[in-house]
C-alpha cells in the first residue's frame, strides 16, 4: 500500500470540502452551473487523487474530524443508537455493491430534514444526500442503497434535524476497491439501458399507514477513477447527480449523490400514502441528461 | 505429479527454480538450458499432443504463486499453441519450460479464454516476435477496464517474490467470429461466446483429438465464480452440452474430464442459484437477505464455496432483478 504524503492528505481534504460544498443545498450562491463547475473539479481532483485511491487515507488514520468539518463546520454530530440505524455488512461480498440500510424511528423522522450517508475513505466521501419532502411520511422511515466501498472505512447515516442538531449512526465496513473497480459485468448491456429505469409499488402488511417502493436505475454510474491500461486514460466519470422521487407531485425525497452510489442505482425506500398514487422520479446525470420513469399505479 | 508448492521449502523450489526460468525466457533465450532440471513434469498428455497443467484450488498466495488454474498447449506439426497462462509470469515460465521439454517447435499462438488474471498473468514469458495472442474481441476492453486494479491486488496477494515479471499483455489477435488456427496437421477452431462467466469468454477445440478448452465456462470442484451473466451462462452451458466433444479441460478442475457429464454439476449450482433469487426477487426480499440464504444446499457441493459464493449470489440478484 502506498503511503499518503502531506500535499495528497491536504489535496484529500480540499477535495472533501468541494464535495460537501456541492452537497451541502444551503448554499444557494453556488449557482447550477457552478455546481456542475464544482463537480468537474471535484472529479478531475479525484481523478488525480484516484490513481492512489486506496493510499488516500491510511488503513488506522481517523479521517472522521477533518471530515465532519468539512462537511458540517463547526456543528456538533452526536452518535446517538437510538435516532438512527444503519445496518451495512461486516465484511462486504462485492466492494462495488454494498447493500445498505438507513432506519429512522417514527419519534424522529418527524422532524428529520434530510440524511447524508458518507463512506470516510472514499475517494468522495459523500455518497448521497437525501433532503425529504412532504411526502416522506411520519413513521419510520427506511432508506435501503447500495453503495462503493474503496477501502476498509467507517460508513455514517448523519439525520439533520428540523431544529438543525445532527444524530449520526456509524457502522465499519472491510471492503476494498469499489471505487476503482467496473462492477460491469456485462458492458454492452448496461451502456445500451442506460437511463432505462424500473418503479415498483411493494405491498406490504402495514401499507394502508406506510407505503414502500423500489427504484432501479440503468446507469453505469462512472467514478472517474477507473484506468484504461492500454490509454493510460481515466474513463471519464458519468454519474446520476440527482434523484428526485415524488409521489404524485409530492416530492418523496431528492438524493444529490455522487460516484459512491454503485452501477445501475437502487433504492428502495417508505413513504406515506395518500394523494395521487403513482411514483415518479426524475434523475439527471452530470452531462445533464435526464431521465423519468413512473410506477404503475398501486395496486394495479 | 504436479509441481506443487505445498510447504516453505516447496516454495523456495519453485520460486528458485521458476526465476532461472523467468530470467531464461525474459532474456529471449531459448529455455533448452532450464529445461534439464529436475524438475517434476508440469503438464500431463492428455490426448496425444495434448497437454493439461492443473492448477491449485485455491485463492492467489505467495506459496502457489498464483498456479490457481489450468492451462495447457497442444503441439502441432509445425506450431505450438498454448491455451492460458496461469497467474504469475513465474507460472508462465514453468509452463514454456514444459512446452519446451517437449518441442522446439515454435509458439505460434498463446490463447486466453478470457480476462481473469489467474489466466491471462502468465502471458508475458511468452512474449516475443512471432508470437500471436488471441482472444475474445471483448478481451482487451475488459483488461483493459481492470488490469490496473488487478495488478494491484495481485502483487499484494502473491507478494513481490512471486509476483516479479508479472505484466499485462493485450491480444494482438482479436476474435469475432469462429476461427481456425493452423498448427500443421492440426488445427484449433476458437469460438468467441455470448456473454456469461465473463463478458469474454472463448472456447478452443482441436480438431485432431476433439478435445475442448472450456475456459471457466466450466468449473469442477472449485465453486464457479460469476462475473457476466447467469441466465447467459446457464443458456450457454445448455447449448454446448449438446455439441459431443471427446473429453473437456475445465478451467479449474481435472484436466480431463467427460462431456457431457462434466457439465451437470455447475449447471444445478447455477440453475439453483438463479431459482432461489428468483423466488426471493419475487418476495420483494433484498440483495442483502439474498447472500445468507441462497444455495445453501450446494455448500457442501464446492471448494472454496465460502469464499466466492455470497458474491456470486450478490452478481445474480444484481442481474435478475432486472428481468
Redesign the interface.
Known amino acids: 500500500?502506498l503511503r499518503q504524503t502531506n500535499a495528497g492528505k491536504m489535496a484529500t481534504h480540499a477535495n472533501r470540502r468541494l464535495t460537501a460544498a456541492l452537497h451541502d443545498r444551503s448554499r444557494h450562491w453556488l449557482s447550477r452551473h457552478l455546481r456542475l463547475l464544482a463537480s468537474l473539479l471535484v472529479l478531475a481532483l479525484g481523478t488525480l487523487l484516484g490513481a492512489q485511491s486506496?493510499a488516500l487515507a491510511a488503513d488506522d488514520e481517523d479521517v472522521w474530524p477533518a471530515l465532519r468539518e468539512a462537511v458540517f463546520g463547526a456543528r456538533e454530530v452526536v452518535e446517538s443508537a437510538t435516532s438512527v440505524i444503519l445496518?451495512a455488512?461486516y465484511r462486504a461480498?462485492?466492494a462495488a455493491?454494498v447493500?445498505i440500510?438507513i432506519r429512522i424511528p417514527a419519534a424522529v423522522s418527524a422532524s428529520a430534514q434530510k440524511v447524508t450517508l458518507l463512506i470516510d475513505k472514499n475517494p468522495a466521501a459523500v455518497a448521497a444526500v437525501f433532503t425529504f419532502g412532504p411526502a416522506a411520511g411520519a413513521g419510520e422511515r427506511v432508506i435501503?442503497t447500495?453503495v462503493r466501498v474503496d477501502m476498509y472505512s467507517n460508513i455514517r447515516a448523519v439525520v439533520e434535524m428540523a431544529d438543525g442538531k445532527l444524530l449520526m449512526a456509524t457502522k465499519f465496513v472491510k471492503a476494498a476497491?469499489g471505487c476503482?473497480?467496473?462492477a460491469?459485468?456485462?458492458?454492452?448491456?448496461v451502456l445500451a439501458e442506460a437511463g432505462k429505469m424500473?418503479v415498483k409499488i411493494?405491498?406490504t402488511a402495514a401499507g394502508d399507514r406506510v407505503r414502500e417502493a423500489?427504484v432501479?436505475i440503468?446507469h453505469p454510474q462512472y467514478s472517474g477513477l477507473?484506468?484504461?491500461?492500454?490509454?493510460g486514460f481515466y474513463?471519464p466519470a458519468k454519474f446520476l447527480r440527482t434523484i428526485e422521487i415524488s409521489r404524485g407531485s409530492d416530492v418523496i425525497f431528492r438524493v444529490d449523490g455522487g460516484i459512491s452510489l454503485s452501477e445501475?442505482p437502487?433504492i428502495?425506500f417508505t413513504y406515506a400514502p395518500g394523494g395521487d398514487e403513482s411514483i415518479e422520479v426524475v434523475a439527471e446525470d452530470i452531462e445533464g441528461k435526464r431521465f423519468s420513469g413512473r410506477s404503475a399505479p398501486k395496486g394495479s | 505429479m504436479e509441481l506443487r508448492p505445498t510447504d516453505a521449502l516447496d516454495r523456495r523450489a519453485f520460486l528458485h527454480a521458476s526465476a532461472a526460468l523467468l530470467a531464461a525466457s525474459l532474456a529471449g533465450s531459448n529455455a533448452t538450458a532450464v529445461r534439464a532440471s529436475k524438475t517434476p513434469p508440469f503438464t500431463t498428455e492428455i490426448a496425444p499432443g495434448v497437454f493439461v497443467h492443473r492448477g491449485q484450488h485455491s485463492l492467489f498466495n505467495p506459496a502457489n504463486a498464483g498456479d490457481i488454474s489450468n492451462s495447457g498447449f497442444v503441439v502441432g506439426r509445425e506450431a505450438v499453441a498454448v491455451i492460458d497462462t496461469g497467474g504469475s509470469a513465474h507460472v508462465g515460465a514453468h509452463l514454456l519450460a514444459a512446452v519446451r521439454a517437449v518441442t522446439d517447435k515454435p509458439i505460434r499462438y498463446v490463447v486466453n479464454t478470457h480476462m481473469h488474471p489467474d489466466h491471462v498473468f502468465g502471458n508475458a514469458p511468452f512474449e516475443r516476435e512471432g508470437t500471436t495472442f488471441a482472444g475474445h474481441h471483448k478481451l482487451a476492453r475488459g483488461l483493459q477496464a481492470r488490469a490496473d486494479r488487478y495488478l494491484g491486488i495481485n502483487k499484494e496477494l502473491l507478494g513481490a517474490e512471486a509476483f516479479e515479471g508479472t505484466r499485462v499483455v493485450f491480444p494482438t489477435l482479436a476474435v469475432h467470429e469462429a476461427m481456425m488456427l493452423d498448427l500443421g496437421g492440426r488445427s484449433l477452431r476458437l469460438t468467441p461466446q455470448k456473454t456469461a462467466h465473463t463478458d469474454n469468454d472463448l472456447i478452443v477445440r482441436d480438431s485432431a483429438t476433439d478435445t475442448v478448452f472450456m475456459g471457466d465456462l466450466l468449473f469442477s470442484e472449485h465453486v464457479p465464480t460469476l462475473d457476466g451473466s447467469i441466465r447467459g451462462w446457464i443458456a450457454l452451458l445448455n447449448e454446448l452440452s449438446a455439441e459431443p466433444a471427446q473429453r473437456v479441460v475445465p478451467g479449474h478442475g481435472p484436466a480431463a474430464m467427460a462431456w457431457p457429464d462434466a457439465a451437470r454439476p455447475i449447471q444445478h449450482y447455477l440453475e439453483v442459484v438463479a431459482m432461489e433469487v428468483r423466488t426471493l426477487i419475487k418476495e420483494n426480499r433484498t440483495l442483502s437477505e439474498a447472500v445468507s440464504v441462497v444455495g445453501m444446499s450446494e455448500k457442501s457441493a464446492w471448494l472454496l464455496f465460502d469464499e466466492y459464493h455470497a458474491r456470486n449470489v450478490s452478481a445474480a440478484f444484481a442481474e435478475l432483478e432486472w428481468e
Request: cysteine-free.
Open positions: 500500500m486506496k445496518e455488512p461480498e462485492d455493491l447493500p440500510t435501503s447500495r476497491g476503482s473497480a467496473p460491469l459485468k456485462d458492458t454492452d448491456a424500473q411493494i405491498d423500489q432501479k440503468r477507473q484506468l484504461n491500461q492500454a490509454t474513463i445501475d437502487n428502495r
